[in-house]
């Protein structure tokens, strides 16, 4: 089994090979910077997602809007202005306790110091963090500039920032290891069919359990330990990486969710399945390329359909006004 014959020795997996199974990414991840958009609180703003300042209402900025919740301007969440339900999650989020969201599937935060603040359209993060090969993300018009975020220590690059992940405790947690340079998952036949000995669940059952203790199962003769703290699958002859990661659950249309990237719709017209996106205004799109126009895309309906047969499961990274997003066929 491909549990017996692993491929790459203890050499071929020090960390100086790392970025053979990993890769970078960089993404547009909060729309504006941290200047509030005149504009937008006056008449409205032509420029909409092109605009250099944030579209929310400046005095829910300084916490002192009277409108409150029926203000007619997009209040930021987290900080001073975030919600009560959100404020009393994050105080129930310590070292120990569980990381619970205020009602959503995750949520993705940094801290200056000061508080977590939410990351805008952080399901372009999740998509990425879901992904085994992904090492990093950089982010831009952050009110921080550009963050790069390490998947693997979940650490901040050179910033005096932190990150952390926030769950609703229904993820579905993935466990991976490297053969032959790609990430394998557990629980996957291998390539001559036959069962693998264990399962995601079981090692994420061990792993809720004792984050620092480890996970051992045998195949045929030879057993194998995966230590939790290390992120390492041990044997007698091979030592191979090992990551943890969420299957990927798109968020519920809503308050930080970007509509453009998270509203896609297959639609069935006659025997031609259309691939459509919604717009800023509420408008649905076809994709096509619309050489310079405001929903210029960089792929057609015609490519996501090729590309959904030939894996329904698969996903597809595509530009929608020059930023990328992620369509996830399985999600």
Known sequence: ????????????ISDESESDGHSDIEADCQVHDGEPCKYYNSR????????????V????LKGNCRHGSSCKLS????????????????????????????GRCYQWQLNDGNDWMDVDNDHIIEAQYSLPHTKSIKIYNTPYGAVSIDFNKMRVYGKSLRVRRLDDGKTVWIWYCTLGRKWIKYGDKDSKGNPSPVKCSDIE??????????????????????RFRDMRQVGKKRNRKVTRRPLYR??????????????????????????????????????????????????????????????????????????SYQLDFGG
């Open 44 to 55: 409205g703003c032509r420029d909409g997602e092109r605009c250099p300042y944030l579209h």
């Open 250 to 323: 798109q968020q519920q249309a809503g308050p930080g969710v970007s509509q453009a990237a998270s509203a896609l719709q297959s639609l069935s017209l006659n025997t031609k399945p259309q691939w459509q996106f919604e717009g800023d205004r509420g408008a649905w799109h076809t994709f096509k390329h619309r050489s310079g126009t405001s929903t210029e895309c960089s792929v057609t309906s015609e490519d996501i359909e090729r590309k959904y047969q030939q894996n329904p499961h698969d996903s597809m990274i595509f530009k929608v006004k020059g930023h």
């Open 1 to 12: 089994s491909d549990q017996e014959n692993p491929s790459e020795s203890e050499s071929d």
């Open 205 to 226: 059952g061990k792993f809720q359990s004792n984050p620092t203790s480890s996970f051992t199962f045998n195949v045929g003769a030879d057993t194998f330990e995966i």
């Open 75 to 102: 209040h930021p969440r987290g900080g001073r202005a975030s919600s009560g339900a959100s404020n009393r999650a994050l105080d129930r989020s310590t070292s120990s306790d569980p990381k619970l969201t205020d």
């Open 57 to 60: 209402c400046k005095y829910a």
